[in-house]
């Protein structure tokens, strides 16, 4: 499997295009002098140097779930997210002494003394607490690629296709060129890593969890998974009570991959994919119980096993633009609102159908 899988324009999805259409093939062969030509500088987001703070990392998301990308080269981090993960959990706003108060507070301000009515509705009236429960971000993967040191010089740029909703990060060490792409698909929601380099056995690393929330834990498992599991924080005064759970599932192409009690090592890889799944046990705005942890475990779960063909079999599907193609290997022989769209490259292993 490769990452290459993932990748759908934003314009795509809208114009109607079958679901599985999210399914591209970034990095195939071909395709990026492809994609080059036809992603403009007003679509790109570019940079040549990596993040060193969150405001300076590059956002990708598929509505639900996304990632902060900072585009490291010795070690690079995705700060994840998912929409339903918020502090605390079902309360009534409601005070229970406000219906006594507001007839005070009704005489201060018939009085004139409006200063102490404010001051008494404050206090007694309004909802407890006078805040809303703030948004958490559920966790880090951190990847450590040992060997590597500072990229060449003028070789480093990290960008966010816009339209095609990519980044990718490249950069030359030792004459040896690696590139780095992430992607999140909407069809198989996970958010997906493609490592390669321009030498066979040139893709090592090492993959770790943590999380800001103050009760999680990460336990390796057979398959090459690692998943985060916890429990949302508190907020203003209110218990945390959401279950969350991101899954992680790497699949190497050569070298080993290895598991210790809370981290994956890959070494001597030709390419590696990863593919992030993330779900909490959020059902309602006052239901977080149902399912409890095993509900968020089993989303996660479910999500990393469509993505890995257990559930179905991956479509593969060449990445389209409003722009026209000028090149002849990547050839689409259908619109996008097609659905017996039929698409392929000049590879013939690269061939998909809708």
């Known amino acids: 499997m490769s990452l290459q899988d993932f990748a759908v324009s934003r314009r795509e999805l809208v114009a109607g295009g079958s679901p599985l259409a999210a399914l591209s093939l970034l990095g195939a062969p071909g395709v990026e002098a492809a994609a080059a030509q036809v992603s403009g500088a007003d679509d790109l987001l570019w940079y040549r140097q990596p993040a060193k703070e969150w405001i300076e990392a590059l956002p990708l998301g598929n509505g639900r779930i996304g990632a902060m990308v900072f585009g490291g080269v010795a070690e690079e981090r995705l700060q994840l997210n998912e929409d339903t993960l918020w502090g605390g959990g079902p309360y009534d706003p409601a005070n229970p002494q406000a219906r006594d108060a507001l007839p005070q507070v009704r005489r201060l301000i018939f009085e004139g003394r409006y200063d102490e009515a404010q001051a008494l509705a404050k206090d007694k009236v309004m909802g407890v607490p006078m805040r809303q429960m703030s948004y958490q971000g559920l966790g880090d993967l951190r990847l450590t690629f040992p060997g590597l040191g500072e990229p060449e010089a003028g070789s480093y740029r ?17 004459g040896v060129a690696h590139e780095r792409t992430v ?33 999680w834990s990460v336990q390796a498992l057979p398959g090459h998974e690692l998943p985060l599991s916890g429990t949302n924080n508190e907020g203003f005064g209110i218990a945390g009570a959401l279950k969350f759970q991101s899954r992680v599932k790497v699949i190497a192409s050569g070298g080993k991959v290895s598991a210790g009690a809370d981290v994956l090592s890959v ?37 990393i096993g469509v993505s890995t063909g257990s559930g179905r079999a991956l479509t593969l599907r060449p990445r389209k633009s409003r722009r026209p193609r000028r090149s002849a290997s990547t050839a689409c022989t259908s619109t996008a609102t097609s659905a017996s769209a039929r698409c392929s490259t000049s590879r013939t292993r690269w061939a998909c159908c809708a």
């Open 183 to 215: 992607v999140a698909s909407p069809a198989d929601q996970v958010v997906a890593v493609h490592l390669k380099a321009g030498k066979r056995g040139a893709v090592s690393l090492d993959l770790k969890m943590t999380s800001p929330q103050r009760a």
């Open 267 to 303: 070494r001597g890889a030709d390419e590696v994919t990863i593919l992030i799944a993330m779900a909490t046990s959020y059902r309602a705005y006052a239901d977080v119980s149902t399912g409890g942890a095993s509900s968020s475990t089993r989303r996660s779960r479910g999500a």
């Open 158 to 174: 990290r960008e966010l296709d816009i339209d095609a909703a990519r980044h990718t990060t490249r950069f030359r060490i030792g």
